[in-house]
């Protein structure tokens, strides 16, 4: 699989140790990235890939994503020079600008800026740079630096979008991006010329861009049931990623109705409601083989990496076996 990674995709709700022992189980298998999600309302990642950074060796780890809403820029950059000096200089930044912020009163004004301004002032830091920043969300003042010394000025940086705004301004300064939420091939090409308007603008080889696709994965050897589950996952953000794929059209009124079990707790029900081809679009199911035609349709589209995200399977446990003992091979296998 020259060039391309499969990657672990891990929630924070789990209690402590559960992390190390499956980033382990995840490092033997050969899976090459772990990241932990920094959905709102579980815990900080930080917490999860410190564990996860002394538990490995080999893999790249980092959070997808923090947001420059509820964290600070110079917060971010000690929180990313913490886990690159815990893992040896295994670690990459992942930058959204956040979903559902408004349950804890957030609001999210000028979200390119904000992004853009966050990176570099995060960036300066770790490079030691005292010349200070000026911009229209983010000040540094001149003089201002870390009192602390880093493992690495310049981590990875990853930005976590949909949109082609979004896209282009990764195009501009990030090493990668990561469109959460989809398993869809049809959407690489899309990406990849939205990526090209920044990488464009500013002389980057478009190539140089990595893209990143993950989205909710059970795997299991009885595979109606690994897809049963899938589809009671996908159903809790359908409304959330379904308009922003232009690639797929859904039955008329099937968001509406989708949404309105969640809302009323039925989440099965709402997850009977999705097609086969609906859930191939917006999820990885099915038994190892499926998981591993669908992944590698995506590796032969041009994603760099594929991110097999939570719940892993029926347990996260059985889960990730599954991923690393029958999955893996069949990509190893596909690429050899």
Known sequence: MTGVEIGLGLQGDKPAGAYARLARAAESYGFDVLTVFGDLMYQPPLFALLEIAQATDRVRLGPACLNPYSLAPYEIAGQLAALDLASHGRAYLGLARGTWLGAVGLPQPKPLATIEEATAVVYRLLRGDRSGYQGSVFTLAPGTALRYAVHRPDPPLLLGAWGPRGAALAG????????????????????????????????????????????????????????????????????????????????????????????????????????????DRFAFSGTPEQVAAQAQRLIDAGVRRVEFGTPHGLTDERGVELLGAAVLPLLRRGRG
């Open 172 to 279: 501009r300064i990030a090493d990668e991006l990561k469109v959460g939420g989809t398993a869809n091939p049809d959407l690489v090409p899309i990406v990849r010329d939205r990526i090209r308007v920044g990488a464009d603008a500013v002389g980057r080889d478009v190539d140089a861009i990595g893209i990143v696709f993950g989205a909710v994965t059970v795997v299991d050897t009885d595979g109606a049931a690994a897809r049963a589950r899938a589809r009671t996952e996908v159903a809790m953000y359908l409304a959330v990623v379904a308009d922003l794929d232009p690639t797929v059209v859904l039955p008329d009124g099937l968001v509406a109705q989708v949404g309105q079990l969640v809302d009323a707790g039925e989440h099965e029900a709402a997850g009977r409601l999705i097609p086969d081809g609906v859930l």
